[in-house]
């Protein structure tokens, strides 16, 4: 684990990159530094939420998730798709054939999620009636919020509730049963997650709870969307005979667990709240740090908006996902697929627990020395003080649309930036694309203050030496 | 004394003003974690701020927290014009509560609030004048003891 312990998949494309800042000030953790105009991440605080995937506007962010090409080293695949995958095809496709169709891209197996989902909810009840104290429990299903506990509420470790998200005991039970079922040795096996989001890639590589992580890896929804789309268009006519047969069993419980909410929904006898969204999460985790909600039995926290349904890997528009989910989680009710005795069995075997507690992660202070910490929180507030805090203004609003955009058209047409906009064109070459010198840079910014910071330029000598 | 290495900030907190609950508690915690103190050094200092903050926008007009970090201690002042408390020993015992049902509903007022600093604390002092204000000392020692 140690080597893997600032394993990321969230990485900058420096040729992409035009240091716009858009990413440092999306990233919550501050994890981002533009230097010599490009981003960089600093690897101890990124917590690989994405936000700054969301907010780049020039495409430079780019996730890791596991190729394609990869899967050839396993001689039988296994796919564990998140149930957002569900969400992501319209509503005349049913989950079956979702399942079906992946088989007929490749997969030798693909087993649906939403039974484990519900074995979850049970176990966490389980856990909650077994321990009165502390309040509330986090859950652990948000591999972000996890890390996020980690480096920012180091307190709150302990809170966090220690049973492993569906997608790990999905694939521990697999690794269980599959070696013996199919007479193969385990590493032959590929046992691979669809992920909504790049978040889950880190779980797998350098997980936070376990020894080594069940699964072989994560391919993005995104990634294999197309093929999954194909495939479904090119079966539309089996399709409608598969809806009268269908193969798996989907749990009502679990069906919702990707939406916000949906983790504690079969819940009866505990109090849940659900946050979503990366700032909603730290405002309401300051709160329990500050010792509040305390009354709160499980906070179900996921980093993405409406939860898993909103992350960035997927494909579908977010709220047609979640309408679709939803449209699912009615249709299958309450329907109960997991025996209450199989779940207790495996609950008291510790089957379902992590290995280890969340560790806090250290983030560097100030200053290792207190007394020299606190002198440069001091310069620091003399220098805040001394700096207008404030964007100019003059290049407008600051939206991924607008700096996206290469027409003219679209500029301002306040006479600043008319103005900043005929100097661009002069200098700039007809290959050029067009690039907005810097916000808060109404006249010149960008090169004066460079200027400035470096001191002035060497004084040529025409004279003669000395 | 310029670099002397003893932090100030002083933070205004209005009375009522509920949006921003909870916002100089999370400024102050944020700052003590860049300052490399113990996990449970901020955790302390977190819950009583909290607690002493929403004291002031529940009860007070007007209040102002004053934080002196040193890299032995962390000390919070917290001084408001408000109504005072009568009887400062009913208001430390726990259990005890004035919230009104409006402030319950928030999820205020489980009679928590001064017991819990004085938990937290390693020294707390508390001075209170009716129809005047109150004024709370909260000393917490970077190398202190668990509460």
């Not at chain 1, 989950?95 to 997969?107: D, K, Q, S, T, Y």
């Not at chain 1, 294999?224 to 090119?234: A, D, E, G, M, T």
């Not at chain 1, 290792?368 to 407008?396: Q, S, V």
Request: aromatic share 6%.
């Amino acid at each position: 684990m140690k080597e893997n312990e600032h394993y990321h998949a969230i990485h900058i494309t420096k040729d992409k990159c035009i240091g716009c800042v858009h990413c440092m000030n999306a990233c919550p953790t501050k994890a981002i530094r533009v230097k010599d105009g490009k981003a960089r991440i600093i690897d101890e605080r990124c917590i690989d939420c994405g936000e700054c995937l969301r907010a780049c506007p020039h495409d430079a962010v780019h996730s890791h998730t596991t190729s394609f090409a990869a899967l050839d080293a396993f001689e039988y695949k296994v796919a564990i798709p998140s149930t957002v995958i569900y969400g992501q095809f319209g509503s005349s496709t049913v989950p079956n054939e979702i399942l079906c169709a992946l088989r007929r891209v490749g997969f030798d197996e693909v087993y649906d999620l939403s039974s484990i989902c519900e074995l979850n909810t049970a176990a966490i009840e389980e856990y909650l009636n077994e321990h009165p104290q502390p309040r509330p429990f986090i859950t652990s299903t948000c591999p972000v919020v996890v890390r996020l506990i980690q480096r920012r509420y180091p307190a709150l470790c302990r809170q966090i509730l220690p049973i492993e998200p569906p997608r790990e005991i999905a694939a521990k039970i697999l690794r269980a049963i599959l070696p013996k079922a199919l007479n193969l040795p385990p590493e032959k096996i590929g046992i691979i997650h669809l992920t909504p989001c790049p978040a889950k890639m880190v779980s797998i590589n350098s997980p936070a709870t376990l020894e080594k992580s069940y699964l072989d890896g994560a391919i993005s929804i995104r990634d294999i969307y197309p093929q999954v789309l194909n495939s479904l268009r090119k079966s539309r006519d089996d399709a409608l005979m598969r809806h009268l047969f269908p193969e798996t069993l989907f749990s009502g419980i679990g069906m919702g667990w990707s939406l916000s909410g949906g983790e504690t929904r079969g819940f009866k006898n505990h109090r849940a709240v659900a946050v979503s969204g990366v700032q909603d999460t730290m405002r309401v985790l300051d709160q329990v740090e500050a010792g509040l909600l305390q009354d709160i039995d499980l906070l179900e926290c996921t980093v993405c908006p409406d939860g898993c349904v909103g992350g960035p890997l997927q494909v579908e528009n977010r709220f047609l996902a979640k309408s679709r989910i939803l449209q699912l989680v009615d249709a299958a009710g309450d329907r109960a697929v997991v025996d209450h005795k199989d779940m207790s069995r495996l609950y008291h075997k510790n089957f379902l627990s992590f290995d280890h507690p969340v560790a806090p992660v250290e983030t560097p202070p100030l200053d290792p020395d207190p007394a020299r910490a606190i002198l440069k929180a001091k310069r620091r507030e003399k220098l805040i003080a001394k700096l207008p805090r404030k964007d100019c203004g003059a290049a407008g609003r600051r939206t991924a649309g607008r700096w996206r955009t290469t027409s003219s058209a679209a500029w301002p047409v306040s006479p600043t930036a008319r103005s900043y906009k005929r100097r661009n064109d002069e200098t700039r070459g007809p290959g050029d694309t067009a690039r907005p010198q810097g916000f808060c840079g109404g006249r010149e910014a960008q090169p004066a203050g460079r200027r400035r910071l470096r001191g002035r330029p060497p004084q040529r000598r025409d004279g003669p030496r000395r | 004394m310029a670099d002397e290495a003893v932090f100030r900030q002083e933070f205004p907190v209005k009375g009522g003003d509920f949006a921003k609950a909870g916002v100089v508690a999370c400024r102050i915690k944020d700052l003590l974690k860049e300052l490399g103190l113990g996990t449970q050094v901020v955790r302390r200092a977190a819950i009583a701020l909290y607690e002493a903050e929403m004291n002031v926008i529940m009860y007070a007009w007007e209040g102002r927290v004053r934080l002196v970090v040193s890299p032995g201690e962390v000390r919070i002042t917290v001084d408001d014009n408000g109504p005072g408390i009568p009887d400062v020993d009913l208001a430390m015992t726990e259990g005890y509560s004035t919230a009104t049902p409006e402030m319950r509903e928030l999820g205020f007022g489980a009679g928590m609030g001064l017991p819990n600093i004085r938990k937290n604390a390693d020294d707390f002092r508390i001075d209170s004048e009716v129809s005047r204000g109150t004024h709370l000392e909260i000393t917490i020692h970077t190398n202190g003891h668990q509460p």
